[in-house]
């Protein structure tokens, strides 16, 4: 069984920069792992992913250029490193882990979650 806690939310103005953590409890080298948010009233939406060997990763486009995913297998933990951000970043993180090695964008392909992080960037 697989535990994820995720770490580093918080406020900050926009502009600003934030790095959070999902550290697992077991294995997860060979598991893909993403990061996925979700504002008040929305659906929870893909962020990014990373796959089991830290060699491939997929972004959504409004965070493109702006967040970087990586993994320490070695640490068992998977990082979120956001820059430049926006209001509209504010939400629920949630990292998550899929019995996978390639990457995944469908929620519903990840069968481990954290309980979340929340970030809210003021204006």
């Known amino acids: 069984q697989v535990q994820l806690v995720e770490s580093g939310g918080g406020l900050v103005q926009a502009g600003g920069s934030l790095r959070l953590s999902c550290a697992a409890s077991?294995?997860?080298?060979?598991?893909?792992m993403g990061w996925f948010r979700q504002a008040p009233g929305k659906e929870r939406e893909f962020v990014a992913a990373?796959?089991?060997?830290?060699?491939?990763?997929s972004y959504t486009d409004s965070v493109k250029g702006r967040f970087t995913i990586s993994r320490d297998n070695a640490k068992n933990t998977m990082y979120l490193q956001m820059n430049s951000l926006k209001p509209e970043d504010t939400a629920d993180y949630y990292c998550a882990a899929a019995e996978y090695g390639i990457i995944f964008t469908d929620r519903h392909r990840y069968r481990y979650w954290g309980q979340g992080t929340q970030i809210t960037v003021s204006s």
């Open positions: 990373i796959s089991s060997s830290g060699g491939a990763t």
């Open positions: 077991g294995r997860v080298s060979s598991y893909a």
